[in-house]
């Protein structure tokens, strides 16, 4: 999942993107709530985790604004991440449209867990994705074919499960730089090609991710 994660507090924010790259996450980081929205207008989110103390306006008013203003791309969920955890707040963050509510200081285990729980949410696989003779398990970070583990790096791992939930669906190269990698991401790079080129090899033979001539990269369905 591609997440955004807006906090202003420099060091947990370093923290917190850090783990959650590490857990294969794509992770783009505001500080302020111009930051934010700025990314909202360009960027399509699988989750926003929204602080609610900015230093420039109130994430709370953002939260809003994400169920109607044109100009913002609605992530599929919201969480949000504050210190605020009188009862009324729990309510007026609810009430506003977020998915979730964490109160700081929180377990970083704990973030993740309500991550997975959020990308589920969507998830008309349920929790284990199948294609073929492919099986993905995102809660355990495992990934099988015919049977087999699959040994993947984290990227590795994230570019699968992206064409497992968009199987038989022709994915450009730009596809998956959105939402498999984050901002951080040089578009001009061949690491798209590099990262599939390995995955490919992983998956053996017959070939089950093929190329579309001047178009993408499609997962064959079933």
Not at 9 to 17: G, K, Q
Not at 63 to 90: E, N, S
Request: charged fraction near 30%; hydrophobic fraction near 40%; proline fraction near 5%.
């Amino acid at each position: 999942m591609r997440v955004l994660l807006v906090e202003d507090d420099p060091e947990l924010s370093a923290l917190v993107a850090l783990g959650l790259r590490n857990e294969s996450y794509a992770v783009d980081v505001a500080a302020t709530y111009r930051e934010a929205e700025e990314s909202l207008r360009v960027t399509s989110y699988d989750v926003a985790c929204l602080d609610l103390g900015l230093p420039d306006g109130d994430g709370l008013d953002l939260l809003r604004r994400l169920g109607g203003d044109a100009h913002l791309r609605r992530p599929r969920r919201t969480l949000v991440v504050t210190a605020r955890d009188a009862v009324g707040d729990r309510v007026a963050g609810l009430d506003a449209g977020a998915d979730d509510y964490l109160v700081k200081p929180f377990h970083f285990a704990e973030l993740v867990a309500r991550l997975r729980a959020l990308g589920r949410r969507g998830d008309q696989h349920g929790t284990l994705l199948r294609v073929g003779d492919l099986e993905l398990d995102p809660v355990t970070h495992r990934a099988w074919r015919a049977g087999a583990e699959l040994e993947l790096t984290s990227r590795e791992f994230s570019l699968l499960r992206y064409f497992m939930h968009h199987p038989g669906r022709v994915l450009s190269a730009e596809d998956l730089l959105e939402h498999v990698w984050d901002a951080n991401a040089n578009p001009f790079t061949t690491s798209v090609r590099v990262i599939l080129s390995r995955l490919r090899r992983k998956l053996g033979d017959p070939p089950v991710i093929t190329t579309v001539t001047a178009a993408g990269y499609r997962l064959e369905g079933p």
